[in-house]
């Protein structure tokens, strides 16, 4: 059960990573994750005399076939049984029989369930078939090993063959929810005419959208991902945003609409306004920023400069009317 779980956590953390990746290259890997999951729960398994072993492969590779579909669930049977048949005994025909049945009952649910599992009653049927695989090779063991072990073990397959398969299906689904909730925040951003971006608490980009990593010459966003200000700012300019990150961070104040100009390579000036807020944890503690920077159109940066123009017109008259005095 342990080797389950970590199986299935180790594999959600793993997405994160992997899943803006195109979805046959994902569900093959999972396939593979999950294929090897199997074997070291074979390897890990209760042996019984005459080459009988009892594992919960079943529900690995029934979890595979019902998120991966086919590219996974063939993938993880055909490790498993490569394994199951190099194992050898005479319950390795039997032992065939489950994995199959497995992957079968996984791809079967996945297609039943529109390719796209999400309901808590089509987990539990998933679990129940991964469940009922292990016990119909458990039948088609040679005589008497069959009616032996269905008596001994039966009733273990199904206090741990179902809730391995319901628990990690949960953890995988949940996992894909995050996904999901991740993948239309990210598109709302690359739709953004502005500038957006997310740093953790070391000041590297978790998330940009695509006008931020074409202004610093990337191709696509995810490739300044883990990156700080040094790898993509002159030294200089990253200085003055790492001073100032940590007191943003230490203070939770946020700064709205602070005005920027630099020059652009036309030798133009360019304004810009930047509004930096803390992002806060379920622990209410801090883990990281988020910044949207916007250009000022020409008309408003005529109005911006009203103030300042005028302050410059109240100077010279100032000026001129105490040279009339002198």
């Given at each position: 059960l342990t080797l389950v779980a970590s199986s299935v956590l180790g594999w959600r953390t793993r997405?994160?990573?992997?899943?803006?990746?195109?979805?046959?290259?994902?569900?093959?890997?999972?396939?593979?994750?999950?294929?090897?999951?199997?074997?070291?729960?074979?390897?890990?398994?209760?042996?019984?005399?005459?080459?009988?072993?009892?594992?919960?492969?079943?529900?690995?590779?029934?979890?595979?076939?019902?998120?991966?579909?086919?590219?996974?669930?063939?993938?993880?049977?055909?490790?498993?049984?490569?394994?199951?048949?190099?194992?050898?005994?005479?319950?390795?025909?039997a032992g065939l029989v489950v994995i199959a049945l497995s992957a079968l009952a996984g791809i079967a649910g996945h297609y039943f369930?529109?390719?796209?599992?999400?309901?808590?009653?089509?987990?539990?049927?998933?679990?129940?078939?991964?469940?009922?695989?292990?016990?119909?090779?458990?039948?088609?063991?040679?005589?008497?090993?069959?009616?032996?072990?269905?008596?001994?073990?039966?009733?273990?397959?199904?206090?741990?063959?179902?809730?391995?398969?319901?628990?990690?299906?949960?953890?995988?689904?949940?996992?894909?929810?995050?996904?999901?909730?991740?993948?239309?925040?990210?598109?709302?951003?690359?739709?953004?005419?502005?500038?957006?971006y997310v740093k953790n608490r070391l000041g590297q980009f978790v998330v940009v959208n695509r006008n931020v990593a074409e202004s610093y010459g990337f191709a696509s966003s995810n490739e300044m991902r883990g990156m700080t200000d040094y790898d993509v700012v002159p030294p200089e300019n990253a200085r003055v945003s790492f001073a100032a990150e940590p007191h943003l961070l230490r203070t939770r104040h946020p700064i709205h609409e602070k005005m920027r100009s630099k020059t652009t390579p036309t030798g133009e000036p360019r304004w810009s306004s930047t509004s930096t807020s803390v992002v806060v944890g379920r622990d209410g503690e801090v883990i990281g920023l988020t910044g949207v920077t916007h250009d000022i159109p020409e008309h408003k940066r005529s109005d911006a400069d009203i103030p300042n123009t005028r302050h410059l017109m109240q100077q010279a008259l100032d000026d001129l009317l105490n040279g009339v005095h002198r």
């Open positions: 997405t994160v990573r992997l899943e803006f990746n195109p979805a046959r290259k994902i569900h093959v890997l999972f396939g593979a994750v999950m294929g090897v999951a199997a074997v070291i729960s074979m390897i890990m398994s209760v042996h019984l005399p005459g080459g009988i072993i009892f594992d919960l492969r079943s529900a690995l590779i029934g979890v595979a076939g019902f998120f991966g579909g086919p590219p996974a669930g063939l993938i993880a049977g055909a490790i498993a049984a490569l394994y199951r048949y190099w194992a050898g005994g005479s319950g390795m025909p369930a529109g390719r796209r599992p999400e309901k808590l009653w089509q987990i539990t049927a998933m679990s129940g078939a991964s469940t009922l695989a292990m016990l119909i090779g458990m039948l088609v063991l040679p005589a008497p090993s069959n009616t032996i072990v269905f008596t001994e073990l039966g009733l273990s397959v199904q206090l741990l063959i179902f809730p391995a398969g319901f628990v990690s299906s949960l953890i995988i689904l949940q996992g894909r929810r995050l996904s999901d909730e991740r993948r239309l925040m990210f598109a709302a951003m690359q739709q953004s005419p502005d500038f957006q």
